[in-house]
């Protein structure tokens, strides 16, 4: 359980303060996967290492699992009322993993020292740490590369001894900066496969800090969108992506969905997205419960108007459908108001791009 | 070998004794000296960058009285070091001449330069790694031993490299303060006396010596880039 209170930090640079965290709070559940999006400079990585106090805010708070909360006065952390200590510090971050971008493996030690790095603290038996890495390296998939140094792997196979590194001392929470952003689709996906897998295995918490729609909506439950070190929006994905509301979030989702592709024919005023007069062009956006042929056939049928098709989309959520459906409205006036109202009476979301009716601009 | 000696090298078989005695002081200096401003330039160089700026143990005036200092000290040419630093090895030898009294000019003349070239290896190390052995739970001490010296090796194995041969250069002038050895040698009985066999073979001497550093250096450092030198076999072993 993570829970961040009030935080903010503004770095001091000769260029000027950049507030890097505005007031930013957020409650993150046991076991839960939460995702966190912005462009770079939203002050989502910033974010992430005030967890593990890679980073101190200036002020606000932090809880971590069940320990006492940790305050922050003017960039120095406190907690039960005194100044946490350098080694208390230490103690905090072994209760987090974290995954990073490049890796950042040691390049002149075999995957097997790697992942036993965070177990070389004191207390630990050379065949105890022998058996906790066998027993990872078994986990990320990854047994026979144990005496490898890392320049012998692929950038997925560094990434998943990334992982096993992290998880070595058993914390309850993952923190992972763009841990897939330099990886290859293929990788990505697996990667994301193993901390899924790894999540409802371990019941560890995940946070992912990504600029990447397609890893929240892959893996994320729920997904808190940041812009000059603000929360924007938060909540659980498949809200956020049904009804997204800022508009930081909306251009995230379109980057995400094929559906987003119209927003680009409709800048270059491609021939697809003409509308001629009378005519209407329409985004339908489906639901849970909404998304089925039959009810876009019994409102055309039933206002007896045209549907063209030009790009479609229907995908999965958390096992629940979301799709949409662009097109082009044709017919009479009267019938294709109809249509827009049997629309929103099915519950469907309509929003019309361009309408021929009213709009001067459009060919007779 | 004698008689070979004799006909190609006259005058150096007159003074082999010499010779040997000079190259004897040579390598005296250069391991006394070299393994001192080792250890000294190791700890000023983990100084400098632990305590710089974005350094792990941030501390300002540390790092700005050990650049000063270092700066300083490398501004001065050695020669003059020689003679500047006489009062202070007499002080802490009780000689300032001979072998004995050549370490401290021959140590100070190294460690800064020595110091830079262990700062440039050691920042060498990617802040990523800095930055996830942090994330572990390392301390100051974990980060410098286990990620600093550890993934640094080759880099520092190449400036050691480069240092040793300098401070041969510089075991060369120490005959300046009758520290003998093989630049004195190539001076007092080659160049003074007109022997020029004497001299040739002196810079044959030193650039075999040179040539092996560097090759063993190099062999080194590309031995241990991406990998550790004898890294040990798990594969198939149970706990």
């Keep these: ?364 | 070998m004698d008689a070979l000696m004799k006909q190609w090298t006259p005058n150096l078989y007159l003074y082999r004794d010499k010779f040997i005695q000079s190259l004897q002081a040579t390598f005296e200096m250069f391991w006394k000296a070299g393994s001192i401003a080792f250890v000294i330039g190791l700890f000023f160089g983990i100084l400098l960058v632990v305590t710089k700026k974005d350094g792990i143990s941030k501390n300002r005036p540390v790092y700005q009285v050990t650049n000063l200092l270092i700066n300083i000290f490398r501004s001065i040419p050695f020669v003059i070091l020689l003679i500047f630093l006489i009062p202070f090895t007499r002080a802490l030898m009780r000689t300032a001449i001979g072998v004995k009294g050549a370490i401290i000019p021959l140590v100070f003349g190294t460690v800064p330069f020595y110091t830079r070239q262990v700062e440039v290896a050691l920042s060498s190390v990617a802040p990523g790694k800095i930055e996830a052995a942090r994330a572990m739970g390392s301390g100051t001490w974990g980060i410098i031993f286990r990620v600093y010296l550890h993934e640094a090796v080759p880099e520092l194995i190449r400036v050691t490299t480069v240092t040793a041969i300098s401070l041969i250069g510089l075991t060369t002038m120490a005959g300046a303060v009758g520290a003998g050895g093989i630049g004195s040698f190539a001076i007092n009985y080659g160049q003074n006396q007109y022997n020029q066999d004497i001299v040739n073979v002196c810079v044959v001497v030193l650039l075999i010596i040179t040539f092996i550093l560097q090759s063993f250096g190099t062999a080194l450092a590309r031995r241990t880039t991406n990998r550790s030198l004898f890294p040990k076999r798990r594969y198939g072993k149970d706990a």
Excluded: W
């Design chain 1, 1 to 364: 359980m993570i829970k961040i209170s009030n935080l903010n930090k503004t770095f001091v640079l000769n260029s000027g303060n950049v507030e890097a965290l505005q007031d930013v709070s957020l409650h993150i559940e046991q076991g839960s996967i939460y995702g966190v999006i912005g462009y770079s400079g939203a002050g989502k990585s910033t974010l992430v290492r005030c967890l593990n106090l890679l980073e101190t805010p200036d002020s606000g708070m932090v809880v971590i699992n069940s320990g006492a909360p940790i305050t922050f006065e003017n960039g120095v952390p406190f907690q039960n009322g005194s100044k946490m200590t350098t080694k208390e510090q230490c103690n905090l971050r072994r209760q987090m993993g974290m995954i990073f971008q490049q890796f950042n493996l040691l390049d002149r030690s075999t995957v097997y020292d790697n992942v036993a790095y965070s177990l070389k603290f004191a207390g630990r038996s050379k065949s105890e740490i022998d058996k906790r890495v066998k027993e990872l390296l078994q986990l990320v998939g990854l047994s026979d590369k144990i005496d490898v140094f890392p320049d012998q792997l692929s950038g997925g196979q560094k990434q998943r001894v990334a992982i096993a590194r992290a998880l070595a001392a058993n914390p309850k929470i993952l923190l992972s900066d763009e841990a897939t952003s330099a990886l290859d689709p293929d990788a990505t996906e697996s990667i994301l496969r193993l901390l899924k897998t790894l999540n409802r295995k371990l019941g560890i918490t995940i946070v992912i800090i990504t600029h990447e729609m397609a890893v929240i909506k892959a893996i994320a439950d729920r997904v808190a969108v940041m812009e000059d070190g603000r929360v924007v929006e938060e909540g659980d994905v498949y809200s956020i992506f049904a009804s997204p509301k800022a508009d930081i979030t909306k251009k995230f989702i379109s980057s995400a969905s094929p559906l987003g592709k119209i927003d680009k024919l409709l800048s270059e005023g491609s021939e697809l997205v003409q509308v001629k007069k009378g005519e209407v062009l329409v985004k339908l956006q489906f639901q849970r419960d909404t998304v089925g042929e039959h009810l876009l056939t019994s409102v055309v049928k039933k206002a007896d108007i045209n549907l063209n098709i030009i790009l479609a989309n229907v995908e999965y959520l958390h096992d629940s459908p979301l799709g949409g459906i662009i097109g082009v409205l044709s017919g009479s006036p009267q019938n294709i108001q109809k249509g827009l109202q049997y629309f929103n009476d099915y519950n469907i979301k309509v929003e019309v791009l361009k309408d021929g009716r009213i709009d001067e601009t459009v060919d007779a």
